[in-house]
């Protein structure tokens, strides 16, 4: 899969930007502020209709303007998909060559991106919050059914949520409407629950491999997923089911008294796991930083496994947060397979010997030049 051409209009510093990209490596060179990350995370717009900087779509137009557009080209086998994204006052619109997508799940995955910037060294350090948003933008890239369960799920936990407050501020005793509410949540959180335990696993095969061989086979890593539930409780969709629905009736009393949702895949967490120890907790910021390496790179092989297509790389400066070692890794693992965009204020702390003819365009004051 590769962007082949990006046009920007209003969008945070660009006024008017149309850029045509190698299949490789694009270096986008600059200092600071100039427009190096605006121009990644209108990538990432394109591909996901959202930000990964901020909520609040005002941001992301220029301050003169009303609105801003968004237009890709997409490559991938032997078909060619333009993809439109318009940011207004009223909301966003998208379009899949030219026809608008009423629905997120089907226009997220006509462009796949895996955004590794240097807060994503963290990631196994981090809240859990991080890590649940890092399985859920991954996953649902990869499938479509995820991306729905999610969306749906959420939906209904903001019901359930709202009327186990309005349970607690007016001590109500009808509680027909929240087993309703519990049984429909049950429903979305046992396929998302069951989805990310298969995808996990199998990411962990993928980062495995590459961990071991960045620690010299010294170190094994490991996935755990860390749910409310029991081991036994996650063999199949339907006891994931049944299981939730036992946990909320045993704890309604308890749920209505703190007047919110207590379990489910929003209190869920991913622990990264090294030679049998949480990293987070015993690890070396080196073998953090490892493990969250190996991670970003085995999603590269999960998502082409899961969707028959490499995702475009976006590597926001974070070479500079690598030492020569893990920068070798990095870059030799997506030599000549990977499109990969790569942002930096100079080329003097980077590998460039294991970069093959990158295209670089040097950007400043939102202008874009291409040597």
């Known amino acids: 899969m590769q962007l082949e051409e990006l046009k920007l209009r ?29 121009l990644l995370e ?9 930000s990964h900087r901020t909520t609040t779509n005002r941001d992301l137009i220029n301050w003169k303007e009303n609105h801003a557009q968004l237009w890709g080209r997409v490559k991938k086998n032997h078909t060619t ?6 940011f207004g006052k009223n909301g966003k ?8 997508q009423p629905k997120l799940s089907s226009y997220v995955g006509q462009l796949n991106v895996i955004l590794f910037a240097p807060e994503d060294l963290s990631i196994v350090k981090g809240s859990p919050q991080v890590r649940r948003h890092f399985m859920d933008m991954e996953f649902g ?34 509680m027909v409407y929240l087993d309703v509410l519990s ?9 998302i629950i069951f989805q990310r335990i298969q995808l996990i696993a199998k990411l962990q095969k993928w980062s495995q491999a590459i961990h071991a061989e960045i620690s010299q086979q010294k170190e094994t890593l490991r996935f755990k997923y860390v749910t409310s539930l029991k081991k036994a409780d996650l063999t199949s969709v339907e006891q994931i089911y049944q299981s939730l629905l036992a946990k909320f009736k045993a704890n309604r009393d308890k749920e209505v008294k703190q007047g919110t949702t207590i379990f489910g895949p929003h209190r869920d967490d991913l622990h990264f796991m090294v030679n049998g120890k949480d990293v987070a907790t015993f690890g070396s910021q ?5 493990a969250a390496l190996s991670t970003k790179l085995a999603e590269i092989d999960l998502m082409k496994e899961e969707t028959g297509e490499y995702p475009v790389l976006l590597l926001d400066d974070v070479l500079s947060e690598l030492d020569e070692s893990r920068q070798t890794h990095l ?34 004051k939102g202008v874009i030049v291409s040597e």
Request: no cysteine; aromatic share 8%.
């Open 42 to 50: 209108a990538i990432y717009a394109l591909a996901l209709t959202k």
């Open 81 to 86: 998909t333009e993809l439109e994204l318009d």
């Open 286 to 290: 080196g073998q953090q930083r490892t």
């Open 93 to 100: 619109r998208a379009k899949v060559n030219h026809i608008e």
């Open 183 to 191: 049984d429909q949540l049950s429903a979305y959180a046992a396929e």
């Open 10 to 38: 209003n969008f945070r510093n660009y006024k008017d930007a149309d850029v045509h990209f190698s299949d490789g490596v694009n270096v986008l060179l600059g200092q600071n502020a100039q427009g190096k990350t605006n």
């Open 141 to 174: 890239q990869m499938s479509n059914r995820y991306l729905y369960n999610t969306t749906q799920y959420r939906r209904i936990l903001k019901q359930r949520n709202a009327y186990l407050r309005e349970l607690l501020l007016h001590r109500q005793s009808d």
């Open 331 to 364: 870059l030799t693992a997506i030599q000549d397979r990977v499109q990969t965009f790569l942002t930096t204020t100079s080329m003097s702390g980077v590998a460039s010997n294991l970069i093959n003819n990158p295209k670089t365009f040097h950007i400043e």
